[in-house]
């Protein structure tokens, strides 16, 4: 266990059951996959040996409504990176989701990231596939494509600060799985390196436009219509930029672009905020 995960909802339930007496409280502190009895004593929370946490500790995680901290080794942190931009994990009531200088990399609403990233590995995959995973981010797509029965993921992600937040949450624990294949660096160079034809699926979640204009431009999408099979499919988020000049939505723009490079049955997926197409 690479240590234990606090945040508002979990320190809440501890400082309640503080407030009543009790001697121990079930929680999750591996961000809702299980959950487990923790001793109260001497008002505090008991994890283990090591790492015990006062009431002014969990107030101190109570305040912070869009932060998780990782407690090990004595130690409490909160799971981010500012060493360019403010990366963080960001804790929701099933898998946490990746947020960017203020910007969430999710569908958040109304879902959990780790449910709509499943959803949109099923517009592109069946059983058996060898997919290729674009801006990856927390890896929950690569796992949902492996769960779907994928024989092959090959999953690249630019930011070693995201790869670096993704290594400490449980959530991305099965990226590690035999058939999966992690890949540092950028999605439009290194589909130039692989050969024709060699993919089944795509999976393409890029940064929004304004951090990442090349990922969504014809020359990308000839490339991603090279890498796929005749009869491949593409499923590419898209997010839901705002309308932009000339009333055309940007989304437009991508469908438009998508048939240049010579997709077919291009269609938007309005509750994934994304467009599929196939070769």
């Known amino acids: 266990m ?3 995960y606090l945040h508002t909802i979990n320190a809440q339930q501890a400082l309640e059951a503080i407030a009543k007496g009790q001697s121990s409280v079930r929680l999750s502190t591996d961000l809702n996959i299980s959950e487990q009895d923790f001793a109260l004593k001497e008002q505090s929370l008991m ?4 790492n015990q946490l006062s009431i002014a500790d969990l107030k101190r995680i109570v305040k912070k409504t869009q932060r998780i901290y990782l407690c090990r080794d004595g130690e409490l942190d909160p799971l981010e990176d500012r060493s360019a931009g403010y990366y963080k994990l960001v804790p929701t009531s099933g898998a946490p989701l990746l947020e960017i200088s203020g910007v969430k990399m999710h569908i958040s609403k109304g879902t959990d990231p780790y449910a709509s990233a499943s959803e949109m590995a099923q517009q592109a995959v069946s059983r058996g596939d060898k997919v290729l995973d674009c801006c990856s981010g927390l890896g929950y797509a690569a796992i949902a ?5 994928a024989k092959e993921v090959l999953t690249i992600e630019l930011s070693e600060q995201v790869m670096g937040l993704r290594a ?7 990226l590690g799985k035999e058939g999966i294949v992690q890949r540092q660096g950028s999605s439009y160079e290194l589909i130039r390196t692989m050969a024709a034809t060699s993919f089944d699926s795509v999976i393409h979640d890029p940064p929004r436009f304004s951090l990442a204009g090349e990922l969504y431009s014809e020359e990308f999408y000839r490339q991603i219509y090279r890498v796929l099979r005749p009869g491949g499919r593409l499923f590419h988020y898209t997010g839901n930029p705002h309308v932009v000049k000339k009333g055309s939505s940007f989304v437009d723009g991508v469908i438009r672009r998508l048939k240049a490079a010579g997709f077919k049955n291009v269609k938007k997926v309005e509750h994934l905020q994304g467009v599929s197409a196939q070769k």
């Open 168 to 174: 400490q949450n449980p959530w991305s624990n099965d």
């Open 145 to 149: 494509a492996h769960r779907l029965g």
């Open 47 to 50: 994890l283990d040996e090591d």
């Open 2 to 4: 690479l240590g234990y």
